[in-house]
């Protein structure tokens, strides 16, 4: 069984040779990674941490050909891409992570102001001969992953003013919304339609919840997000490829609203959140839903011995991937505070 067939089996709620595993790195984490696992290609640290799946962002990408620049450096080590959202590397106790500043969009005040900004369209984006460069990964399940509705509209806004506007300001909260809605349906609509039969997972991310509670009401969610999750979802599903959800934090109370979306897999399982104990999760949606994730990495990576580390994966494992519908992973990016022999100890040996 390679790689593609086990995650597969594991979307289609069947057991298979082992729990299916999934990774993602900032660009800091990956180049140590590669340093110290002696990688010499991207290819190469997947195979070396036996993961089941690529995440094509980065690595097989349609050829920009966009007006403005696809990225550009600013003064003040800060760049910004074609949507206009800047970002900044900061220091940390362990090494540079990207933060998002400059939010050039947060003091418009109407959305005809917001229109004036220049904004992308799929058609920037050629995907001649884009199907042809993900032979090679054919034997990983291939991911396409980069939507958004909700998260990517509040690195334009800034978080507090797009949080503002759903209550006080809803036209310009919908203009936002659609902005990024159109864009992503319309980009992997094309995706899709050029690799067509080849991608198996969309994932969107838009984090919903913090530590203790959710960062929107319920209401908000049905009003706002759900209707354009479906497009998306609908989407998906018309290329018959599976939509992965991913939202950190507290989010019990959403699921079963995410689910009536279409979405087929939850990521990431924050399981020091809220209401994400593992054994509930499994109990009341692994029958409906893939879970995607498990592994902390606030704490338990970034801290604790491999001992425990590979514990608490076999753990998981035992936990969440009873009759398959479950992919180990971490539950972010790993970042540049977790140790190599963490990774290791996750990837190498609890899997095994």
Known sequence: MNSHDRVVAALNFTESDRIPVDFSASGDMLERLMRDLKCGTHRELLERLEVDIVDLRGVVDPVYSGPVPEEKQLPGGITENFWGWRQKKMQTATGDEEQYCDFVLQDCDSVEELAEHTWPSPDWFDFNGFAGRLAEWADLALMASGGSIWQ????????????????????????????????????????????????????????????????????????????????????????VVKVMFHSCGAIKPLINRIINTGVDILDPLQVTAKGMEPDTLKKEY??????????????????????????????????????GGFILAPCHVLQTDVPTENVLALYRDAVR
């Open 286 to 323: 692994g029958d409906r839903l893939c879970l995607h994730g498990s592994i902390d990495t606030q704490y338990l990576l970034p801290r604790e011995k491999p001992e425990e580390v590979r514990r608490t994966a076999e753990k998981m494992i035992r936990t969440l991937g009873k009759d």
């Open 152 to 239: 990517h509209p509040s690195f334009l806004r800034g978080l507090d003013r797009l949080l503002m506007d759903m209550v006080t300001a809803e036209d310009m909260a919908d203009f936002l919304f659609d902005k990024f809605t159109d864009f992503y349906v319309e980009f992997f609509d094309r995706m899709f339609t050029s690799a067509k039969g080849q991608i198996d997972i969309l994932r969107i991310a838009d984090d919903l919840g913090m530590q203790d509670r959710l960062l929107i009401s319920p209401k908000h969610f049905d009003r706002y997000i759900a209707p354009r999750l479906k497009r998306l979802t609908d989407m998906a599903h018309a290329h």
